[in-house]
């Protein structure tokens, strides 16, 4: 299991401004930070959150390309210090500086990026940078500062295909070990919640818990597709219509997300890995592990 990375930069604290509600008042307002806001995934997230919160969200895109849509979000912060966590979660810092006059609360945190290529790609070292490093980032001491006290949401993006072990032989071990370190790293923020199915009582963990408040509440869950129903997907792979309909359609992840959202009751326990099953066109949200 991965242990949650320390940062060694200090942040400057300031008081919470009165537009973000104390845990001691009912929070209408929610403000979400979704990383890798630019893509299909990201953008459908985004679009969905809106749609049903209408004016009651703010969300804070974060993408290493700028924002093509202003529309999308409410504020951007363009990640351009490199693809390890330290440089993104220093990034998301001073973006957040530059964008509040006072330190935000996240209560949902939706790490939406990632990529994919064979190992024979060119692009394939950078599996490690594109899927695992800002979901390190996200749970790196300096943005635990920033995530709600009050039940928050944080959700990566792992891969059905990261479940079984790796093949030796396999022409995306490269992938596939990226996504294993995002279940993993899960597992392991799960694991220290208080929203646990079973609340750890290392002492590693309960340290952890007292240092940063968030994890008293906080819900940490990864999604995992097997193939996204993307424009860039079908261009590259050309699928059958069969092929189709067993693809995930984005906007039905981002369905799930607003429910886990809104209705916190529903959401799955902290560390879990959800696999997306999709059937002639419809998907299916099931624990694995």
């Known amino acids: ?39 299909a995934l990201g953008s459908a997230i985004i679009s969905h959150l809106k749609q049903i919160n209408k004016d009651d969200i703010t969300i804070i895109g974060a993408d290493v390309t700028p924002n ?28 957040f500086q530059d964008l509040f006059d006072s330190k935000p609360e996240f209560d949902a945190l939706i790490c939406a990026n990632g990529g994919f290529a064979m190992d024979d790609d060119a692009k394939a070292e950078m599996m490690m940078d594109m899927n695992f490093e800002p979901c390190a980032a996200a749970c790196s001491d300096a943005i635990l500062n920033y995530i709600s006290d009050d039940e928050a949401l944080f959700v990566a993006f792992g891969a059905t295909a990261a479940l079984d072990d790796i093949d030796r032989d396999s022409p995306m071990k490269k992938y596939i070990a990226s996504k294993r370190d995002v279940h993993d790293l899960i597992q392991r923020v799960g694991s220290t919640s208080g929203k646990a199915l079973k609340k750890s009582k290392r002492i590693d963990d309960v340290e952890l818990r007292t240092r940063y408040r968030c994890l008293n509440k906080l819900t940490a869950v990864a999604i995992l597709p097997s193939t996204l129903n993307t424009e860039a997907n079908r261009n590259a792979m050309k699928p059958s219509k069969e092929e189709l309909r067993r693809w995930t359609k984005p906007d039905d992840i981002a369905r799930e997300i607003g429910t886990w959202m809104k209705m916190k009751d529903l959401r799955p326990s902290s560390g879990g890995l959800i696999k997306c099953v999709t059937e002639d066109g419809m998907t299916d949200f099931m624990i694995s592990r």
Do not use: C, Y
Request: charged share 20%; no cysteine; aromatic share 4%.
């Open 1 to 39: 299991m991965l242990s949650i990375k320390r940062l060694s930069h200090t942040l400057k604290r300031s008081r919470i401004p009165d537009r973000f509600f104390s845990n001691t008042t009912p929070r209408d307002n929610q403000t979400a930070l979704v990383l890798g806001s630019n893509g």
């Open 68 to 95: 093509r849509d202003q529309t999308n979000v409410n504020a951007f912060i363009l990640l351009q210090g490199g693809g390890n966590a330290e440089s993104v979660s220093e990034d998301l810092v001073k973006g």
